[in-house]
């Protein structure tokens, strides 16, 4: 599913328009932005959670050359799904 068919299975389900629907998934993904960009954890009860890890700087091989690389040090999302998620799964 890409994000014109999330909008669709929205506003079909929430008895919307597409534009009111359209304008609710891009304010929902930019409120989870914003809170992940100030570290903070998003948590949606039976979906699951957000989270923002830092991953350690490490070796790796270039594949191209087979050289030895250093991979820097960065910060990444990581999701964990909630129960209720998980269950239909």
Do not use: C, Y
Request: hydrophobic share 55%; proline share 1%; glycine share 8%.
């Amino acid at each position: 599913m890409n994000k014109v068919e999330l909008v669709a299975a929205v506003a079909a389900e929430a008895g919307l328009t597409k534009v009111v629907a359209q304008a609710a998934v891009e304010a929902t993904v930019n409120a989870i932005k914003d809170a992940l960009a100030k570290g903070e954890n998003v948590q949606l009860v039976g979906f699951g959670t957000f989270a923002v890890t830092e991953r350690a700087e490490r070796n790796g091989v270039n594949p191209a050359t087979g050289k030895a690389i250093k991979i820097a040090a960065k910060k990444v999302v990581k999701f964990k799904a909630g129960k209720a998620l998980a269950e239909t799964l």
